[in-house]
């Protein structure tokens, strides 16, 4: 198998949903964890790697994760949540460009949350996904969100977690990063189950697999070209654009454009986006909408959904159960 050749994708109407099996060494290939098998698609010109788990129906379930222009991370971050999600709806989750085992930007200039949001909307329209559940995580919360405010038509409903990118600024983060790290270990593999688990509250979910897929995607061809990217300026695009691009996105928020219903999720214990960034998002939503929900979760970290995949997914299927249009 080749894990740098693409597999075309089918509208939706034609693809059958529905997790495969995956061996040992097909899941080492392809970055793969939980089983799961996943598939690729060219969205003008980025090979883009995604899961779909589940049954075909109307209720797509989209999630986006977090990080920004790092290998490591991917979708296999919601693997933990496809069991209890895709026994009612329809998941699909891809990896952002630039993440996991999608393509890297064409260009320098492209090295930005506004090319990530643009991602993924051109992802939705290869996909024929004319409208779904979205969610994002952390840097994916500000992915999502902007994307729903682009297109509010194709989003049914909006899910925002522990997100410190999207969120008003609270605090000093660069000062609580430095000071949740200021022990990590030398090794890299350590170093990285450190960061994680730092984040985390209950430990626990960073397993081997996942450090190992992680790795893996990281020491890929698109990981080491993604390094030489990075030495050559790859952010300074961002960095240039990116704040006036937040002080709109959350002036919208404010003016009430994201119309959809928005559940806001947020771990109690995260030490990085802290709860009361999160408690300044709600206020943000609420505003100017009646459809705008909280639900703080005790005892869990940044990847609260992680750690408590079956209460996270239960507390978000009753919020879509009761907001249905």
């Excluded at 430095?178 to 890299?188: G, R, S, V």
């Amino acid at each position: 198998m080749n894990p740098f050749a693409v597999s075309a994708a089918k509208p939706l109407a034609q693809s059958g949903g529905g997790s495969m099996a995956v061996t040992t060494d097909e899941a080492r290939e392809t970055g793969s964890v939980m089983g799961y098998q996943p598939k690729f698609v060219d969205v003008d010109g980025i090979r883009t790697r995604y899961y779909e788990v589940g049954e075909q129906n109307d209720e797509i379930f989209l999630p986006i994760h977090g990080f920004f222009f790092d290998h490591k991370v991917s979708a296999n971050t919601w693997t933990p949540t496809f069991a209890e999600l895709s026994q009612r709806y329809h998941v699909i989750a891809p990896d952002k460009m630039g993440h996991g085992l999608s393509d890297n930007p064409k260009s320098i200039d492209e090295y930005t949350q506004h090319h990530l949001v643009q991602h993924i909307w051109a992802f939705m329209q290869t996909m024929g996904i004319k409208r779904a559940h979205i969610a994002g995580q952390s840097n994916g919360a500000y992915t999502a969100a902007r994307l729903a405010l682009e297109h509010p038509e194709a989003c049914a409903s909006l899910i925002l977690s522990d997100t410190g990118t999207l969120g008003p600024e609270v605090g000093n983060m660069a000062e609580r990063r430095e000071e949740l790290y200021k022990d990590i270990p030398t090794d890299h593999r350590e170093a990285l189950k450190y960061r994680w688990e730092q984040l985390g509250y209950r430990k626990g979910d960073v397993t081997d697999e996942y450090l190992d897929a992680a790795l893996f995607m990281e020491a890929s061809p698109l990981g080491q070209a993604m390094a030489e990217d990075l030495k050559k300026g790859a952010l300074e695009a961002n960095r240039r654009r990116f704040k006036n691009d937040k002080e709109e996105t959350l002036r919208w928020i404010g003016e009430g454009r994201l119309t959809m219903p928005v559940l806001i999720t947020w771990g109690a214990n995260d030490p990085s986006a802290i709860l009361p960034i999160g408690l300044q998002l709600f206020d943000l939503c609420r505003q100017n909408s009646d459809r705008v929900e909280m639900h703080i979760f005790n005892h869990v970290g940044h990847f609260h959904f992680r750690e408590i995949p079956n209460e996270w997914s239960d507390v978000v299927m009753n919020f879509w159960a009761h907001n249905k249009a």
